[in-house]
Every structure is written in C-alpha cells, then in structure tokens.
C-alpha cells in the first residue's frame, strides 16, 4: 500500500508559480511511475503530467507542456509539479497518483492516489 499526501497549492494570479509536492509513504515508492492528473470543477479529471521510476523519462499533456515541469527525489520519496506562467483555465484540484509501471496519461495504470490540493488562478 502507499499513501500519497499533496501541498503546495493555493491562489495566484495568471502569469505566477506554484510548485505542488506529493509525499508518498509505504511500499517501495521509487518502483513507481508517478502522475499528476487534475480536474476542474463540472469537468472529468485530466491529466497534467507523469515521470518513469528510474531515469526520469517525463510525459506531458499538450496544455501544460513547456509550463509545468515533473521531477522526483526518490531518496526524499517525493514527486514535485512545478508549474510556471500559470492560466486561469489551469483552476483544478490536482491529484498525485502512484502505481504505474511507465509514464502514462491512463489514470487506469495508477493504483494509489492522494486526496488532492486545490489550484486557484485568477485573471
């Protein structure tokens, strides 16, 4: 079992930063891809990002690409969300999702998830 716990959002004004942090707590976290899906409210959840176990092999959603970055630090068992030039339309709670045996955009490859952190970015 693993247990992933989410921080780092909150509200900033287009154009601004915020880097998410997901801590992950269990079984072996650095076997895992990582994720970070995201939805937005009446809308069905997204994804936004993912990064292989090992040589860190990252895979983006057009919509952030060149924006948001992924990175892990295994021996801190921590996968980050660095998201840069920030729009309104990136307003979402954003899931941290563990599992997944290579990067992928199929939330169905992930078997952990967290409990989410909400993203406000006003125009």
């Known amino acids: 079992q693993v247990q992933l716990v989410e921080s780092g959002g909150g509200s900033v004004q287009a154009g601004g930063s915020l880097r998410l942090s997901c801590a992950a707590s269990?079984?072996?976290?650095?076997?895992?891809?990582m994720g970070w899906f995201r939805q937005a409210p009446g809308k069905e959840r997204e994804f936004a990002a993912a990064?292989?176990?090992?040589?860190?092999?990252?895979h983006y959603a057009d919509s952030v690409k060149g924006r948001f970055a992924i990175s892990r630090d295994n021996a801190k068992n921590t996968v980050y969300l660095q998201m840069n030039s920030l729009k309104p339309e990136d307003t979402a709670v954003y899931y941290c999702?563990?599992?997944?045996?290579?990067?992928?955009?199929?939330?169905?490859?992930?078997?952990?998830w967290g409990q989410g952190t909400q993203v406000t970015v006003s125009s």
């Open positions: 999702a563990a599992g997944a045996t290579m990067p992928t955009k199929r939330s169905l490859e992930y078997d952990y």
């Open positions: 269990g079984r072996t976290f650095s076997r895992y891809a």
């Open positions: 990064i292989s176990w090992g040589e860190g092999s990252t």
